[in-house]
């Protein structure tokens, strides 16, 4: 019986932009379904974030209309899960017809079944059929019947819907600005993240194993109130932290290495938090892990400075990278001009992916990051991730005329992950209650 800790006006509200940004067309917007793990288990349900952020309602395999076409008081229409008591003893409880409509503001609802018979009706009169083609295999077939069934009628009745538009760039234009309610409960999806990234940082010993780490930073995640997790959790010691997505954490801390800790919590209503800290796992950098981290926190302060309205998130992923292939020069790592090898990407095989992505209601959230050639630009309310780093591993080879990694610095892995916002005067640093100086790693 999940309820949104956004209030349900707000989502009133979303509703009203949405349908303004349709024009004539016609939306239809699945929930998720319930996805089998094995046999007849199910995997922990997750909602999907487009009709969660139009509807609050956490039910599974429901659909929901869009109908601007439609008169007054028809125009958002919910299809959800009748109730039934033989159902709910095994599954637990559900709103029903009724509750889309009492609780959740829904103009119409019917029982989920009624769908094949009723989709046909409530799409007629619209300009075009907004619906996401590849994601709902359930629910696709229906709306192309629905569709040729006007495409039949058309010569007779004049009428019919031009095509299938994605009602997706329209939606996530709207996710991707977050509304002050929207912020807070990113600002406290970051509070648990970072306190449970501290609380980690403090309990690892060598001759720990990594998955006595996640297991701390899950713990705590589920004590505050989150779901769990926002993703897989990553806690890499040594040279795993040269593998971008480990999630296999069952090797042992070894005294002298560093840990990588990728982690944040997604709560309740679906909001997440997505931090990553880097420290030595026997409280000391030794030169070659020091050199290293100061430069990813160089091109990480860097980075982040380029957040404001205005800028863009090209703009501060090449500011990251420019501090980094600099120091990399420095360090005898990289060898020629800075322009000349960032021109050439000779540094990939150190740093090979972005310094950052939308945040929200997914981790790696909605929203363009290009229109065309033009970089969108940040606007005030945007949220976006800043994580530069360094992986030093023999896994990718170095480019013709750069030097080979020497030893001493393979088996480095760094990654200094922050959460952003965008604010009218510049930004606002969501997880600074996760330390990351140099002093704080060795305390």
Known sequence: MSLAVIDLSIFYQRRLRFLAKL??????????????????????????????????????????LFLPHRPEGERFVLFVQAKQASKEVWNGFRWGAEGAVTRFGADIAHPLAELPQLLADYLKGAEAIGFRVGKHPKVEPLVLSAWAQQLDRAPRSGVSALGLVAPCPLLHQLRLQKGPEELERMREAARISAEAHELARNLARPGMNERQLQAVIEQYFLEQGARGPAYGSIVAGGDNACVLHYTANNAPLVDGELVLIDAGCSLVDYYNGDITRTFPINGRFNAEQRALYELVLAAQQAAIAEVRPGGTAEQVHDRAVCVLVEGLVELGLLAGSVDGLIEQGAYRHMYMHRTGHWLGLDVHDVGAYRLGEHPVDLEPGMVLTVEPGLYLSDRLPAPEGQPMIEERWKGIGIRIEDDVVVSEQGYELLTSAAASSTEAMES
Do not use: M
């Open 23 to 64: 024009g004539g067309v016609a939306a239809v917007i699945p929930a998720a379904p319930l996805v089998t793990h094995h046999a007849d288990c199910e995997y922990p349900f997750r909602q999907n974030s487009d009709f969660w952020y139009l509807t609050g309602f956490d039910e599974p395999d429901a659909v929901a």
